[in-house]
């Protein structure tokens, strides 16, 4: 398949394609990337396609497949890696190598031994899609142990199944932002609805709709409270009321809230008795009526989440007498006892009324992606079929250093014990747990305990300098691809813009070399290739839109054309609208078949610190806490600069830098007592570790919490102190732990640190040029 061209002047040639932060056309002049446009139907294209440029031809590209050299002297289990220097080798010799030691580990230790790692970001295409590919290969292979939930929303997306029996408020669809305008009037926002995370969309977006739709809803009267920490998570233009709640909170003042709509007589019975199951046991615990007879009042909460009790009491009552929508980021469940907030969100939601009523209820994506709310037809998405594990095996995907660490034991999850293998071979592709995992010091010392770790990658990103065998693979402009996402309306074609940089290659291809080494190339072909591929997609994807009654074109149409736009439904979306109107007639996936406030399911696990209905439960690490050596809490949020760890080589992750070191934000308060000034370089610091950061001082953010975006690739460095991130990497200081052990979420959002002025000498940031080489042997 030749891809289409269009030849501008001389040798300038424009091609379509996309990111998950944008539809764009890649400006190609002479073999190289120079220039990314917006897609031209993109309302409000956002700054981040500018990079592009940056990533394809970056020095920290892997220019050819490389070896640990220590790995081929014998130096394996038991090594810490990232110190040694790698070995330049040809693409027969690492294939070879690969394939021995897959074959080897599924013989003597079992299929389970092997951990697929990816995290499925790589890129939006569909075809090239990384983890689809490794899976693929793995599976096809006999097996091999899974990660399954995710670190944006793990602990939810656990949780609401039980709840609500769907994660459809979590992932989309969600009531569309038409019905919120037109029928909300109050719009109670826990972690706001920050601009950035608006600018991405799993599988690429040509229509980034969320800033003009939230300004529709202020031209419509809808009154905005933003309830979190940062007050800049709600946008100016929203002028959104902030409630500076202590992070940690969150559950103290929403089942506050419900105390005092309860206690005014307000709440909706007639909802709680049709459509809810358990609403007594939640009430007899929120009213001190059970348990711990302790009565959930606004001034009960105040000590707990430092709101005024004359707020919480204000809020609840305002949105008993408004239609008022319910919201949370996925933020907000990614802390200890993380699943708490979100089910008693769920229970006031309950109790105004709202839950499929047309502009109302609840949802938890409003502002933590494009394309929550966007108006759609529930169609199709291009996607390469799943493939079967085998093996069977799986952890939550925060819980890899615990898989690691912890051979032979029992991993509490989701009301089952799981056995966890003994990891002898990880295989990761297309992601960086460097950027996603908590206490990178301890994961870098987990992964010491494996035998083996290839990676598949285009950048010497964190985890590729952990490798043993590095295998260079294309960025999504040296491929074609189609990009495609249930959460937006249209569908792009990826044209390969340059050729692959120096002997880097497809995914696929890499692992079809491997397979064939193993004995199965034809069954993970199928004998196509890119382009047959593509067309097999399309089809698939095409002949499922016509049984829904929407027609696409044909492939060679859509190829040239570059992208197909589908129709805005003319009906607005509600969520649960038809279970609200009759629960008999459309139940719930709940073994109730209605909301469960309270989950005898859930209830019947038998899991500390987990009862049956929502409560709250202090966390480990916050404010209210033991502040004398680590007085701060940290936020770690997701960067406006990058996708997770995604363009921090490229020149808008670069200008956001102070001094190279990724920005730390704090109060003037915080600030002043410490000596502080904007632009300082300072140690951020817990007992798990320490990184370097540059001051920013801001008054958005509340007393008491600072705030560093993830992403900064992981750069450490040994001093007096123990290992310094000397870029500024915050996963150094999160502390890994589940959420619960009913979610085994990420707890990243529960974290205290103490902060003080840098006075050595600035060390130099090395991550982003290639390590160092050795000779060919």
């Known amino acids: 398949m ?8 001389g040798m300038t040639e424009i091609k379509p394609h996309a990111a998950h932060w944008g539809y764009f056309d890649a400006v190609v002049e002479n073999g190289r990337v120079v220039a990314a446009r917006p897609f031209g139907r993109d309302p409000f294209p956002g700054t981040l396609i500018e990079g592009m440029p940056d990533l394809v031809h970056a020095p920290c590209r892997i220019d050819r497949p490389y070896i640990r050299e220590g790995w081929l002297a014998g130096r394996r289990q038991g090594v810490q890696r990232g110190q040694d220097r790698f070995v330049p080798a040809s693409w027969d010799q690492v294939t070879r190598l690969v394939a021995e030691e897959v074959a080897r580990v599924r013989a003597e230790h079992g299929h389970a031994s092997i951990l697929g790692g990816s995290y499925g970001w790589a890129s ?24 399954v939930t995710n670190y944006s929303y793990g602990a939810g997306m656990t949780l609401m199944p039980h ?95 419900i105390h005092a709509i309860v206690a005014a007589g307000l709440e909706d019975r007639d909802f709680l008795a049709r459509c809810t199951e358990g609403w007594e046991k939640l009430r007899a615990y929120v009213m001190g009526e059970a348990e711990d007879g302790v009565a959930k009042t606004p001034e009960w909460a105040e000590p707990l989440c430092e709101i005024p009790a004359a707020t919480i009491r204000a809020l609840a009552l305002e949105a ?13 469940q990614r802390a200890e006892h993380g699943e708490q907030p979100w089910w008693a969100l769920v229970g006031l939601a309950s109790v105004l009324g709202g839950i499929g009523k047309p502009g109302l209820g609840i949802a938890f994506g409003y502002g933590s992606i494009n394309g929550m709310g966007t108006s759609r037809r529930e169609l199709p998405s291009v996607s390469l079929p799943a493939t079967r594990n085998p093996a069977g095996a799986f952890i939550p995907v925060a819980r890899v250093t615990e898989l690691l660490e912890r051979p032979g034991e029992v991993l509490r999850y989701n009301g089952r014990d799981i056995l966890l293998p003994d990891t002898r071979l990880v295989f990761w592709s297309g992601g960086n ?3 996603h995992h908590q206490d990178l010091n301890r994961l870098s010392r987990a992964l010491a305990r494996t035998e083996t770790i290839v990676v598949s990658e285009p950048w010497w990103t964190a985890i590729a300098r952990q490798a043993d065998i590095v295998l260079p ?24 813009a340059v050729p692959p940089q120096g002997m880097a290659r497809n995914d696929h291809d890499i692992f079809a070399d491997i397979a064939d080494a193993l004995g199965y190339r034809e069954r993970f072909t199928e004998q196509r290739d890119e382009g047959a591929w593509l067309r097999h997609l399309y089809d698939r994807f095409r002949r499922a839109c016509a049984a829904l009654g929407e027609e696409v074109p044909e492939f060679d149409r859509f190829w040239a054309e570059g992208h197909i736009e589908f129709a805005r439904p003319e009906q607005d979306f509600v969520s649960f609208e038809d279970f609200a109107r009759d629960p008999q007639a459309a139940p719930l996936a709940t073994p109730s078949g209605k909301v469960e406030l309270y989950s005898e399911t859930i209830a019947g696990f038998g899991d500390e610190g987990v009862p049956g209905h929502p409560v709250w439960k202090a966390p480990r690490e916050w404010l209210g806490g033991d502040l004398s050596r680590h007085p701060l809490h940290l936020l770690s949020d997701q960067p406006a600069t990058r996708l997770h760890g995604q363009l921090d080589p490229a020149r808008v992750a670069r200008a956001s830098k102070i001094q190279g070191r990724e ?6 308060a915080d600030a002043a007592a410490r000596g502080l000034a904007g632009g300082d370089i300072v140690r951020v610091f817990n007992d798990r570790g320490a990184c370097l950061a540059g001051v920013v001082v801001t008054e958005n953010l509340r007393p008491g919490v600072v705030a560093m975006s993830t992403g900064a690739w992981w750069d450490p460095q040994e001093t007096e102190a123990g290992p ?12 890994d732990v589940g959420t619960s052990p009913l979610g085994q979420g990420c707890a990243a959002q529960s974290c205290l640190v103490q902060v003080e002025a840098w006075r050595g000498p600035l060390p130099e940031v090395r991550v982003h040029r290639p390590p160092e080489i050795a000779e060919a042997g």
């Not at 030749?2 to 002047?9: K, N, V």
């Not at 693979?473 to 044209?495: Q, Y």
Request: hydrophobic fraction near 40%; proline fraction near 7%.
């Open 724 to 735: 310094l991130c000397v870029h500024g990497n915050p996963n150094v200081l999160t502390q």
């Open 163 to 257: 709840i609500l029996g769907t994660n459809d408020p979590v992932t989309g669809p969600a009531t569309d932002w038409r019905s919120i305008v037109k029928h909300a009037r109050l719009m109670l926002c826990f972690g706001g609805l920050p601009l950035k995370n608006g600018l991405v969309t799993a599988g690429g977006g040509g229509a980034h709709e969320y800033v003009p739709m939230m300004k529709a809803a202020v031209e419509a009267g809808l009154r905005f409270v933003n309830i979190g920490p940062d007050r800049g998570a709600a946008a100016d233009f929203l002028g959104a009321e902030w409630v500076p709640i202590r992070p940690g909170g969150d559950a103290a003042m929403v089942l506050a809230m």
């Open 433 to 435: 747990p460097f950027h």
């Open 473 to 496: 693979a294309t960025t999504t402009l040296e491929r074609n691809d189609i990009a495609s996402s249930s959460r937006d309306r249209f569908v792009r074609a990826m044209h390969q």
């Open 2 to 9: 030749r891809p289409g061209r269009r030849i501008l002047a």
């Open 320 to 332: 008993a007498a408004k239609p008022t929508m319910v919201t949370a980021t996925w933020s907000v």
């Open 663 to 668: 920005p730390i934000r704090m109060n003037p």
């Open 124 to 147: 939006a295409g569909r075809f090239h899609h990384a983890r689809s590919q490794l899976q693929r290969f793995l599976g096809l292979g006999g097996g091999y142990t899974a990660q």
